[in-house]
């Protein structure tokens, strides 16, 4: 009965309006990136427009902002908009989506640069620019105890060079040696092709609340395995009978457009695990398993 219930919830998501904002703390505070879409917009009547919008996020804070207009688009106020990025420590590229819940009440999903969703409030600016200070101070107390014990030391012997250009060309070759790794990870994504699906590229995400407009990438796969340029991946239903063009934005890591469409006809819901296998650089096998 759980299940079922999350289905229709679900369901009902997918028939709600929203939209996403990727924010940066170059121009987190533009009108441009406070700008609300121009489809979107065209929803809303004006009356409905001249209300503030209530945006909720997941763990149960609220904030209220104001819905302005200039001469090419809508786009919401200065005040309310600032504290909400201040208050969640937004400006590091974060995904943040916005869904329509009913009389300009919005709920948001808010996911970090590594692609993890935000689950609690972050840590104040404050308390994190007094941790910075903290950790640097130590930094630059610790430079000077190895500055006294070096001058103390007087001059280098013989032994101690050697071992110093020793301990760097060990370095040099574990670094090679990542780097060889990488290159293999990348070189099996390449030359797969008829490969089986025990040795074949592949990754895992749980499908979220979050992901039903985009999915971001994790890290660790889009640096090992996935193209270094915009392209468009063909995702197949492992039926044979469907597939979809899907375009993946290297900028952000995620699959974008024809990702909801995705979502919507093959169909996924929360708590799927979603397993992409890679079949050609650019074509992925989705196998879906129901929680």
Not at 16 to 30: D, R
Not at 88 to 112: D, P, Q, R, W, Y
Not at 131 to 155: A, C, F, W
Not at 222 to 227: G, N
Request: net charge positive.
């Amino acid at each position: 009965m759980a299940r079922n219930a999350d289905y229709l919830r679900c369901k009902q998501e997918r028939k709600n309006e929203s939209f996403f904002k990727v924010v940066q703390s170059i121009n987190v505070s533009s009108e441009n990136m406070r700008a609300l879409p121009h489809d979107f917009v065209r929803i809303f009547s004006d009356k409905e427009l001249s209300h503030k919008m209530k945006i909720r996020a997941q763990w149960g804070s609220s904030w209220e902002v104001g819905i302005s207009k200039n001469p090419r688009f809508y786009f919401m106020e200065k005040p309310g908009w600032e504290k909400f990025v201040r208050d969640n420590a937004l400006g590091n590229s974060e995904f943040i989506t916005f869904t329509h819940k009913g009389k300009m009440h919005f709920t948001v999903n808010i996911f970090k640069q590594d692609g993890k969703e935000m689950m609690q409030p972050p840590k104040s600016r404050a308390f994190l620019a007094s941790s910075s200070r903290i950790k640097t101070e130590q930094e630059e107390d610790d430079l000077k105890e190895e500055v006294v014990v070096s001058s103390n030391r007087g001059p280098k012997t013989a032994a101690e060079s050697n071992g110093r250009k020793l301990n760097l060309g060990k370095k040099a070759a574990k670094e090679s040696q990542n780097s060889k790794r990488t290159e293999k990870v990348v070189k099996a994504r390449r030359d797969y092709a008829g490969a089986s699906s025990s040795t074949a590229a592949e990754f895992t995400i749980l499908f979220k609340q979050g992901y039903f407009i985009f999915l971001r990438i994790p890290n660790t796969v889009t640096k090992d395995l996935m193209p270094d340029e915009k392209t468009i991946f063909k995702i197949h239903h492992p039926n044979g009978k469907k597939s979809w063009n899907v375009v993946y934005l290297v900028r952000f890591g995620a699959f974008s457009g024809g990702w909801r469409r995705l979502v919507k006809e093959y169909p996924l819901v929360v708590g799927d695990t979603c397993k992409f296998t890679f079949i050609k650089p650019d074509e992925l096998l989705l196998v879906v398993s129901k929680p």
